[in-house]
């Protein structure tokens, strides 16, 4: 069982760290809150500085995991020893892919993202389970490294998460429509709401309450994530108005909303009815694996289970 060293531990951070030693790994962490730091250690987990965490990683030929925010990714990245094992769980892969291949080509690196969270952060608000059934990305671009590759679906997998393998490019375009675009809904939606006056807030209940749920997370996290992906964002923020508009005309014009309301009725209901799932072995060694991997995630499969080389996943 590979080792893990886990750069931040914050919500996301901590909790990789906390899973990963639950699931047995020998697992380190480093960390430039002295809160997060002091809270993780007293929970009896072994916290270095980061020189010396990224040391122990290349000598014990770790897997390092950056689970910090975009913005302080580039720093953690000029820290690390050679030929080091990576991959992190920021919620953009693109710009984290780019900066790897600029401030670190030597890294074997193979990226993640792990479809978890809460509106809470830092260290006290991570959980053992917080990606138990969760979607964990890992990025499949042709030249991944397959060791590593293997590694981080392993982590996944640890962590009781199924593996979604997708690349950088599309998994961005996705999670600007399924976790970007609703963050800054949100906001949106908490702020009409609270110009409504103490009336309005005072009967608020549960459709404004699930809506506005993560705007309650720390305003700097959510805007590094959603400037990080600037470009995929800006489309969905596109196509959201653009159907806000329709549906603003056809209130208007002839009162009847019933496409929209329909069309996301719909929506709704293909995301709660779960696909059937059929068995199937893939060598992750094979020169032909990324592909293969894409091609499953892009049918909605998963990995739910590593078996030596081998990954069985289960596909619609
Ligand atoms: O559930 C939440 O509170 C989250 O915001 C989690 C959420 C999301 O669903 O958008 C947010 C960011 C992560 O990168 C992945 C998942």
Same mark, same amino acid.
């Given at each position: 069982?590979?080792?893990?060293?886990?750069?931040?531990?914050?919500?996301?951070?901590?909790?990789?760290?906390?899973?990963?030693?639950?699931?047995?790994?020998? %697992?380190?962490?480093?960390?430039?809150?002295?809160?997060?730091?002091?809270?993780?250690?007293?929970?009896?987990?072994?916290?270095?500085?980061?020189?010396?965490?990224?040391?122990?990683?290349?000598?014990?030929?770790?897997? +390092? +995991?950056?689970?910090?925010?975009?913005?302080?990714?580039?720093?953690?990245?000029?820290?690390?020893?050679?030929?080091?094992?990576? @991959?992190?769980?920021?919620?953009?892969?693109?710009?984290?892919?780019?900066?790897?291949?600029?401030?670190?080509?030597?890294?074997?690196?193979?990226?993640?993202?792990?479809?978890?969270?809460?509106?809470?952060?830092?260290?006290?608000?991570?959980?053992?389970?917080?990606?138990?059934?969760?979607?964990?990305?890992? %990025?499949?671009?042709?030249?991944?490294?397959?060791?590593?590759? %293997?590694?981080?679906?392993?982590?996944?997998? $640890?962590?009781?998460?199924?593996?979604?393998?997708?690349?950088? @490019?599309?998994?961005?375009?996705?999670?600007?429509? /399924?976790?970007?675009?609703?963050?800054? #809904?949100?906001?949106?939606?908490?702020?009409?709401?609270?110009?409504?006056?103490?009336?309005?807030?005072? #009967?608020?209940?549960?459709?404004?309450?699930?809506? @506005?749920?993560?705007?309650?997370?720390?305003?700097?996290?959510?805007?590094?994530?959603?400037?990080?992906?600037?470009?995929?964002?800006?489309?969905? +923020?596109?196509?959201?108005?653009?159907?806000?508009?329709?549906?603003?005309?056809?209130?208007?014009?002839?009162?009847?909303?019933?496409?929209? /309301?329909?069309?996301?009725?719909?929506?709704?209901?293909?995301?709660?009815?779960?696909?059937?799932?059929?068995?199937?072995? /893939?060598? #992750? @060694?094979?020169?032909?694996?990324?592909?293969?991997?894409?091609?499953?995630? $892009?049918?909605?499969?998963? /990995? +739910?289970?590593?078996?030596?080389?081998?990954?069985?996943?289960? %596909?619609?």
């Amino acid at each position: 069982m590979r080792s893990v060293c886990v750069v931040g531990l914050g919500l996301i951070g901590g909790s990789v760290l906390r899973a990963a030693a639950a699931a047995g790994r020998v %697992t380190w962490g480093a960390t430039a809150s002295t809160a997060d730091a002091e809270a993780a250690r007293q929970d009896g987990h072994d916290v270095l500085d980061l020189a010396s965490a990224l040391d122990r990683a290349h000598s014990e030929d770790a897997l +390092v +995991v950056v689970a910090v925010p975009l913005p302080a990714v580039e720093e953690v990245l000029r820290a690390l020893p050679a030929n080091v094992r990576l @991959t992190d769980v920021v919620s953009v892969k693109g710009p984290v892919a780019d900066l790897v291949r600029r401030v670190a080509p030597h890294a074997r690196y193979v990226g993640g993202h792990p479809m978890a969270g809460t509106s809470s952060s830092g260290w006290t608000a991570g959980r053992a389970d917080l990606f138990h059934d969760a979607a964990w990305v890992v %990025t499949t671009e042709d030249d991944a490294d397959r060791d590593v590759l %293997t590694d981080v679906v392993d982590l996944a997998l $640890a962590a009781k998460a199924h593996v979604v393998p997708t690349t950088a @490019t599309e998994h961005d375009a996705a999670v600007a429509r /399924i976790s970007h675009l609703p963050h800054l #809904l949100a906001a949106v939606l908490a702020s009409v709401g609270a110009d409504g006056g103490p009336l309005a807030l005072s #009967l608020a209940a549960g459709s404004f309450g699930d809506g @506005t749920r993560v705007a309650g997370s720390r305003p700097e996290l959510v805007r590094a994530m959603c400037e990080g992906n600037r470009g995929a964002l800006l489309d969905a +923020v596109d196509d959201a108005l653009g159907r806000l508009g329709a549906a603003r005309g056809s209130l208007a014009s002839t009162g009847g909303l019933a496409k929209t /309301i329909e069309a996301g009725h719909a929506a709704r209901r293909a995301l709660v009815d779960k696909p059937t799932l059929t068995d199937l072995t /893939i060598d #992750l @060694t094979a020169p032909d694996a990324p592909r293969t991997l894409r091609d499953l995630g $892009a049918r909605g499969g998963r /990995i +739910v289970a590593l078996n030596g080389t081998t990954a069985l996943a289960l %596909t619609p």
